[in-house]
């Protein structure tokens, strides 16, 4: 019988016996039982390590991994608690206007005697808080990542994007909804100056960004205006978007829709397909909507009830990518999933990497066989009409162990360059 842990930051995977090992090596304490987390896990057990903000909760869950794989992931966990950073929460002002940007700075409880990198994270497309959730969606991208940051001895930032959570204007309500990717640039501007500034432990010549989807499109302008503010990073890593246009990637997700549509048989299909066609999802639909509405920051529809980031689109539709890619010296990884229908895994070659960044120092493609979007492995295939149901699976599923095993080993190397 396997056991699903969740930990302050971490999600996997050990057998019982693995979890009384631990307990009588006395690194944790156990007292068994606790109530249910919700009606389809049952908590049996409870560990914490004595006067540390960590714990481990174990919930029974149906056996899927082979003993080996579980005890590969308490071991892991166990050096990751023994290298536990500290959350601390900020606050900053953006470049520009009344924005307070909100987020949490994670600092190693035991201090190394050298200077810390740092990583900052950039996030996806919509109005996602600094762990990358919003709504049902809880995929709590950035701070399982903080936790493999972390075990590299390296310190990570991360914050809620302008107009969500707690990164508040307090002149516009709609400021998420009227913000560009000029601005979402300077955000990261911002955050690198706000903890370069503030933590003199911060190693000023070793700032790596981690940008997932939304966040790796744009890697390559958020270099250019680090390289301007006068910090330019040393790495970036680039999680399911490298190469990748937003003009690109929604021709895929086109693709796949259609494809998905036309696949589905009996009236479903014929009403997917009525919906879902070459004409309604093109990409000169979505300009006739950018141009309709161009002098405006956001668009609305049904009075006011649906919101369109309009300056986000239009943005992103007149940017050209190339010119900044070419403007790339550092050393870049970049990681995408063969089973995401939301960017191409297909752009992480050592080919296309070459082509577009001929002055980077390195660079290291990978490409994940089982691993989605949302940076889980599964088995089979997204189905179209299952979207929301399937996002709301992976939430609660631990990050792809392939990719938490390439991130490490990266910044492992790089504190070696």
């Avoid at 082979?66 to 959350?87: F, G, H, Q, Y």
């Avoid at 201090?111 to 497309?125: C, E, Y």
Wanted: net charge negative; aromatic share 8%.
């Amino acid at each position: 019988m396997l056991f699903h842990v969740r930990a302050a930051t971490q999600t996997l995977e050990v057998e019982l016996s693995l979890m009384n090992q631990l307990a009588a090596a006395k690194f944790f304490d156990v007292s068994i039982p606790l109530d249910q987390i919700d009606g389809s896990e049952r908590t049996i057990g409870f560990c914490m390590k004595p006067g540390a903000p960590y714990a481990l909760v174990v919930l029974g869950v149906p056996d899927h991994e082979t003993a080996e794989e579980c005890k590969a992931r308490i071991d892991r966990e166990i050096i990751i608690a023994r290298n536990l950073l500290t959350p601390i929460n900020v606050t900053y002002p953006a470049l520009h206007g009344d924005l307070t940007l909100s987020g949490t700075l994670s600092m190693p409880v035991h201090p190394a005697s050298h200077a810390l990198p740092l990583v900052v994270f950039v996030h996806g497309s919509g109005p996602l808080d600094r762990d990358e959730n919003s709504g049902f969606i809880q995929f709590n991208i950035f701070n399982n990542l903080a936790v493999i940051v972390a075990e590299s001895g390296a310190a990570s930032l991360r914050y809620d994007k302008r107009g969500v959570a707690k990164s508040q204007s307090p002149s516009d309500k709609n400021l998420f909804y009227r913000s560009g990717i000029d601005d979402l640039s300077n955000d990261v501007v911002a955050s690198v100056n706000f903890a370069l500034s503030t933590y003199a432990s911060l190693d000023s010549n070793n700032v790596i960004i981690c940008g997932h989807s939304d966040g790796a499109i744009l890697l390559p302008k958020i270099n250019t205006a680090l390289i301007a503010a006068g910090h330019p990073p040393k790495g970036l890593i680039a999680l399911c978007g490298f190469g990748e246009s937003l003009r690109s990637a929604l021709s895929f997700q086109r693709q796949w829709a259609v494809s998905q549509a036309s696949a589905t048989p009996g009236l479903k299909g014929w009403f997917l397909r009525y919906l879902i066609n070459e004409d309604t999802l093109s990409d000169d639909a979505l300009q006739k909507l950018i141009d309709s509405i161009k002098d405006e920051d956001m668009g609305s529809a049904l009075f006011g009830l649906i919101k369109t980031p309009t300056k986000w689109f239009g943005e992103h539709f007149t940017w050209d990518s190339a010119a900044d890619y070419a403007g790339i010296t550092c050393d870049v990884l970049a990681i995408g999933g063969d089973k995401d229908f939301q960017t191409r895994s297909s752009q992480c070659t050592a080919a296309v990497a070459s082509s577009l960044m001929p002055r980077a120092r390195s660079h290291s493609t990978h490409r994940i066989a089982n691993m989605t979007h949302a940076l889980r492995e599964i088995d089979g295939q997204v189905d179209l009409l299952s979207i929301k149901e399937e996002y709301i699976r992976e939430g609660k599923m631990p990050l792809s162990m392939e990719l938490q095993s390439i991130v490490l080993q990266w910044l492992e190397e790089m504190k070696r360059k």
